[in-house]
């Protein structure tokens, strides 16, 4: 097959290497721009563009159907867009010289060359494997495509496995862990980090874990795998990891994260980044003006701290292959960035988060410069108490210190947990700060929310502290024995717990009581989750007292204590 291009046809030729979530929403959103543009898929698999976030769920069963995961087939785009997508087919070189891509047709083993104006690379990333002793031993399997699934499947059935060993705690790792357990299936996570989602900051990880171990998954943290083994029995295997642990099980998953596909950029010299994925600017291009890059493949930068990033999400793909096609015919589009925005079901329990840890900020800053930053934990119900089934909902806001510009949130809960952080993520995309939370106008019935809102009352609680109604102090950073600790929670809930050096006034004998305490320094003020607390400060700032109302309470208070957090 003799390559050709504009110059022969007289129409743009678009090449894209890779379907999926990139490279086909780059080619539909093409064919929406041009009629007159050659476009051309290439996939190396069978598959032109499938549901790989979909994959957990058809092993688990609640996707019964493996059809069900085909977003479009090569006669779908034919018939619907006009372009070609050619499956089985590997794109193995780019000739940047000439314009050309060499490609081999897997089914025929036929090499041709084909010509491009303009080249996208939406290569995906793979799945890490490490040179472990035994990894290649049968019942490990990955999990990145249809067939890795089909594999897995096939494997529990055939095998008929009981016991299961997840190496990882991320998200494939979790949603692995909740369809195992729906098939019957004991798990075991191992986990390298010392908690699971590592994009959490550990206390608000810890609700996860112990929902995890309510659910008779048994997790080991903090202790990486060390090799594999085969079972005395020939069929069994043996997961050993580096504190001497060994867990049996039938069947292992890698789920311990993915690398850039980078081989076919790297080998025709275009510029890759420090965390080994390919660099493009705002409009997708990498160092190669006729070629562009979108989705696992590429560095993108953190809108908060200013730092490149590798950052997997189907989402980020798509929008990406969006732009490319844009700038390819003209248009002006550019990549914002990235906040991470993510969401995980682990069994009836939601988790989601949005901007930057804690932790990331304390390791990277903003944009380059020391952080100074402030946070809140709040614990509402997702909507109304009095309407039957209200659930509460764990929260963190982080904030900047200086103008209260919202920096990042997680939370965690059963309900309303992914409306929350999604209108978040919209206020930092937008540049937002706690003010416009406290103004936000949502919908309200009882069913759905609250007159204040989740979203409201953590911006009203950081907006408070911002204007010096009411200052907050933190577990972690308490001072020593000068100020007073104040218990504004009832007599039973003191005697059961409390911090210890704490006195107690509930807060309804507040104001009989002030006399009880010291005018000239400070008091901090905790009760179970805050909103006591935070009623107690106003009551002694209102009556001349220097209080401040520690975040959170004793359920944040047990949480931090737990994971270490001083």
Same mark, same amino acid.
């Given at each position: 097959?003799s390559?050709k291009?504009r110059?022969?046809?007289?129409?743009?030729?678009?090449?894209?290497?890779?379907?999926v979530?990139g490279?086909?929403?780059?080619?539909?959103?093409?064919?929406?721009?041009s009629?007159?543009?050659?476009?051309?898929?290439?996939?190396r698999g069978?598959?032109?563009?499938?549901?790989?976030?979909?994959?957990?769920?058809?092993?688990?069963?609640?996707?019964?159907?493996?059809?069900?995961l085909?977003?479009? &087939?090569?006669?779908?785009?034919?018939?619907?867009?006009?372009?070609?997508a050619?499956?089985?087919?590997?794109v193995?070189?780019?000739?940047?010289?000439?314009?050309?891509?060499?490609?081999?047709?897997?089914?025929?083993?036929?090499?041709?060359?084909?010509?491009?104006?303009?080249?996208v690379?939406?290569p995906?990333?793979?799945?890490?494997?490490?040179?472990?002793p035994?990894?290649?031993?049968?019942g490990?399997?990955?999990?990145?495509?249809?067939?890795?699934?089909?594999q897995i499947?096939e494997?529990i059935?055939?095998?008929?496995?009981?016991?299961?060993?997840?190496?990882?705690?991320?998200?494939?790792?979790?949603?692995?862990?909740?369809?195992?357990?729906?098939?019957?299936?004991?798990?075991?996570?191992?986990?390298?980090?010392p908690?699971?989602?590592?994009?959490?900051?550990?206390?608000?990880?810890?609700?996860?874990?112990?929902?995890?171990? &309510?659910?008779?998954?048994?997790?080991?943290?903090?202790?990486?795998?060390?090799?594999?083994?085969?079972?005395?029995?020939?069929?069994?295997?043996?997961v050993t990891?580096?504190?001497?642990?060994?867990?049996?099980?039938?069947?292992?998953?890698?789920?311990?994260?993915?690398?850039p596909?980078? &081989?076919?950029?790297?080998?025709?010299?275009?510029?890759?980044?420090a965390?080994?994925?390919?660099?493009?600017?705002?409009?997708?291009?990498?160092?190669d003006?006729?070629?562009?890059?979108?989705?696992?493949?590429?560095?993108?930068?953190?809108?908060?701290?200013?730092?490149?990033?590798l950052?997997?999400?189907?989402?980020?793909?798509?929008?990406?292959?969006?732009?490319?096609a844009?700038?390819?015919?003209?248009?002006?589009?550019?990549?914002?960035?990235?906040?991470?925005t993510?969401?995980?079901?682990?069994?009836?329990?939601?988790?989601?988060?949005?901007?930057?840890?804690?932790?990331?900020?304390?390791?990277?800053?903003?944009?380059?410069?020391p952080?100074?930053?402030?946070?809140?934990?709040?614990?509402?119900?997702?909507?109304?108490?009095?309407?039957?089934?209200?659930?509460?909902?764990?929260?963190?806001?982080?904030f900047?210190?200086e103008?209260?510009?919202?920096?990042?949130?997680?939370?965690?809960?059963?309900?309303?947990?992914?409306?929350?952080?999604?209108?978040?993520?919209m206020?930092?995309?937008?540049?937002?700060?706690?003010?416009?939370?406290?103004?936000?106008?949502?919908?309200?019935a009882?069913?759905?929310?609250?007159?204040?809102?989740?979203?409201?009352?953590?911006?009203?609680?950081?907006?408070?502290?911002?204007?010096?109604?009411?200052?907050?102090?933190?577990?972690?950073?308490?001072?020593?024995?000068?100020?007073?600790?104040?218990?504004?929670?009832?007599?039973?809930?003191?005697?059961?717990?409390?911090?210890?050096?704490?006195?107690?006034?509930?807060?309804?004998?507040?104001?009989?009581?002030?006399?009880?305490?010291?005018?000239?320094?400070?008091?901090?003020?905790?009760?179970?989750?805050?909103?006591?607390?935070?009623?107690?400060?106003?009551?002694?700032?209102?009556?001349?007292?220097?209080?401040?109302?520690?975040?959170?309470g004793?359920?944040?208070?047990?949480?931090?204590?737990?994971?270490?957090?001083?």
């Amino acid at each position: 097959m003799s390559p050709k291009n504009r110059d022969e046809s007289g129409t743009p030729r678009i090449l894209i290497v890779g379907g999926v979530a990139g490279g086909a929403s780059c080619a539909a959103r093409a064919r929406r721009l041009s009629e007159e543009a050659e476009i051309i898929i290439f996939e190396r698999g069978p598959y032109v563009s499938f549901a790989n976030c979909g994959l957990p769920y058809y092993v688990g069963d609640v996707i019964p159907d493996e059809n069900d995961l085909l977003v479009a &087939t090569p006669q779908y785009f034919q018939q619907r867009f006009n372009i070609e997508a050619r499956v089985h087919n590997e794109v193995t070189a780019i000739d940047r010289e000439m314009n050309e891509v060499e490609v081999r047709n897997d089914e025929t083993g036929e090499v041709y060359r084909e010509g491009y104006d303009a080249l996208v690379l939406s290569p995906g990333a793979a799945p890490i494997r490490p040179p472990l002793p035994g990894i290649d031993l049968p019942g490990i399997f990955s999990l990145r495509t249809i067939l890795d699934s089909r594999q897995i499947k096939e494997w529990i059935v055939d095998k008929g496995v009981k016991q299961a060993v997840i190496v990882g705690g991320g998200f494939i790792g979790l949603e692995m862990t909740e369809n195992l357990v729906r098939r019957g299936i004991s798990v075991s996570i191992v986990e390298m980090l010392p908690q699971v989602m590592p994009s959490l900051d550990p206390e608000m990880a810890l609700l996860v874990q112990d929902h995890l171990v &309510t659910n008779g998954v048994s997790l080991h943290l903090g202790d990486a795998v060390a090799g594999f083994e085969p079972g005395a029995d020939g069929r069994s295997i043996i997961v050993t990891t580096q504190s001497g642990e060994k867990h049996p099980c039938d069947m292992a998953i890698l789920a311990i994260g993915v690398r850039p596909e980078v &081989t076919l950029a790297r080998d025709a010299g275009l510029e890759i980044g420090a965390l080994g994925g390919i660099r493009v600017d705002e409009q997708m291009r990498t160092s190669d003006s006729r070629i562009w890059a979108v989705g696992d493949a590429v560095e993108v930068r953190d809108i908060i701290s200013g730092e490149w990033m590798l950052l997997a999400l189907a989402g980020l793909a798509n929008r990406q292959g969006r732009i490319a096609a844009d700038a390819i015919l003209g248009r002006g589009s550019r990549f914002r960035g990235v906040q991470a925005t993510a969401v995980c079901k682990v069994f009836d329990m939601v988790v989601a988060s949005t901007g930057a840890s804690e932790k990331a900020l304390r390791r990277s800053g903003i944009s380059g410069q020391p952080a100074h930053y402030e946070k809140v934990y709040l614990n509402p119900a997702h909507h109304v108490g009095y309407y039957p089934g209200a659930k509460p909902i764990m929260m963190k806001l982080i904030f900047s210190s200086e103008g209260g510009r919202i920096l990042g949130a997680q939370a965690v809960g059963e309900e309303g947990v992914e409306k929350r952080i999604d209108v978040i993520s919209m206020a930092i995309q937008k540049d937002a700060t706690v003010f416009d939370l406290e103004e936000a106008e949502l919908c309200y019935a009882p069913q759905f929310g609250g007159a204040k809102d989740p979203v409201n009352l953590a911006g009203m609680i950081a907006a408070n502290i911002l204007r010096g109604d009411a200052p907050v102090a933190h577990w972690g950073e308490l001072p020593g024995g000068e100020a007073t600790i104040l218990d504004a929670r009832t007599r039973g809930e003191f005697t059961a717990s409390h911090f210890e050096g704490a006195i107690n006034i509930p807060l309804d004998e507040l104001r009989e009581r002030l006399g009880e305490l010291p005018q000239d320094g400070e008091i901090l003020v905790y009760c179970r989750q805050g909103q006591r607390s935070y009623y107690a400060t106003r009551i002694l700032r209102l009556n001349g007292f220097d209080a401040s109302n520690i975040s959170g309470g004793m359920l944040t208070h047990d949480m931090q204590r737990r994971v270490g957090i001083r």
